[in-house]
Nanobody, 114 residues
Framework: QVQLVESGGGLVQPGGSLRLSCAAS????????MAWYRQAPGKERELVAT????????TYGDSVKGRFTISRDNVKKMVYLQMSILKPEDTAMYFC???????WGQGTQVTVSS
């Protein structure tokens, strides 16, 4: 079955950077669009970024454009989220997802605070 394992979260100061990773298994990884979502306490889950199977087309939420970069490695079956110029409002649990499936990983917590 679909399995997604996120890692790389942590505590970072405003203006700092983090790189999140997601290991995928249980499906033909290169065939599917992958996404990163985030959910802050008391808020709905928000779509952060997507990347198509070939890796050539990406989309970003307005709140992260110009600061976050999504990428993937189809050989390693990994998807990444490079986050820069982090702001306190980026604090959330971050999840990766294969858009065609309903499965979610456990997420990785990102906290931006001084």
């Amino acid at each position: 079955q679909v399995q997604l394992v996120e890692s790389g979260g942590g505590l970072v100061q405003p203006g700092g950077s983090l790189r999140l990773s997601c290991a995928a298994s249980g499906f033909t990884f290169s065939s599917y669009t992958m996404a990163w979502y985030r959910q802050a306490p008391g808020k709905e889950r928000e779509l952060v970024a997507t990347i198509m199977g070939t890796g050539g087309v990406t989309t970003y939420g307005d709140s992260v454009k110009g600061r976050f970069t999504i990428s993937r490695d189809n050989v390693k079956k990994m998807v990444y989220l490079q986050m820069s110029i982090l702001k306190p409002e980026d604090t959330a649990m971050y999840f990766c997802k294969a858009m065609a499936f309903d499965s979610w990983g456990q997420g990785t917590q990102v906290t931006v605070s001084s």
